[in-house]
């Protein structure tokens, strides 16, 4: 089968881009957060974890804990046992308190605004980069891509890719600069409501007529079935 051409692919992505704009034209973080250091915190703790589970520790976390500075000086114990309900919360509070002391030891106790600054944070890799730069200082640099951002690129056949880091590079073509800003929150409210991982609602999504995937067995069902094939 001859792959589709860049053209193609654009024309698809930027009329998922109007389609969604239509559906969410509001959408926005699902984290709550008050500063620029609380949503790179909320972020960091939501990896392989829900947002809503995030949002049910970050009242406790923040009110003990409300900047760098304080955080920095935290006993890493006592924020494990605040956020223990989520996963991986050993390494997440060590991320915690080591993220708030390189705040505090190279950025002034400021939260830093650019791409570069903010990879040198622990736990803070591109995708939470890009939230924060988007959310908290309007600087849109990419497209944060989440499992839900994954899983929908690779089913519109906006990617090939076989990481995030890869899917994100092959939006970024795709897609005109001036759409990037939204894009992750829509498909993540998206993915929730409409395109789901395991049980996609194909015949209710408004972009089944465009979508390669439209009507076919989820990823993980087809790698089951050619599993048992053998």
């Not at 990896?47 to 995030?54: E, G, L, M």
């Not at 002391?101 to 980069?129: F, N, S, W």
């Not at 899917?167 to 789901?196: K, S, T």
Request: net charge neutral; charged share 30%; glycine share 6%.
């Amino acid at each position: 089968m001859p792959r589709e051409s860049k053209a193609r692919r654009r024309e698809r992505a930027v009329e998922m881009c109007r389609r969604m704009d239509e559906r969410y034209p509001e959408a926005e973080c699902a984290l709550h957060y008050g500063t620029p250091f609380e949503l790179v915190i909320a972020v960091l703790l939501s990896a392989q974890t829900t947002d809503a589970a995030v949002n049910k520790v970050t009242p406790e976390l923040f009110d003990r804990w409300p900047n760098p500075a304080e955080m920095a000086a935290a006993n890493q114990a006592d924020v494990a046992e605040v956020i223990r309900s989520i996963g991986f919360w050993r390494t997440k509070s060590a991320h915690c308190v080591e993220c708030a002391q390189k705040i505090m030891a190279d950025y002034a106790g400021e939260v830093p605004r650019t791409m570069d600054e903010l990879k040198t944070l622990p736990g803070v890799g591109r995708k939470t980069a890009n939230i924060v730069l988007n959310n908290a200082f309007g600087i849109v640099e990419g497209i944060a891509v989440d499992t839900h951002v994954f899983r929908i690129a690779t089913r519109m056949g906006l990617t090939r890719a076989d990481t995030p880091l890869k899917a994100e590079q092959d939006l970024l073509d795709v897609i005109p600069r001036e759409l990037w800003g939204p894009v992750n929150h829509q498909l993540v409210l998206f993915g929730r409501e409409v395109c789901d991982a395991r049980r996609p609602l194909c015949g209710e999504c408004p972009l089944a007529d465009i979508c390669p995937s439209a009507g076919k067995p989820p990823e993980s069902t087809r790698r089951k079935a050619a599993a048992r094939r053998g």
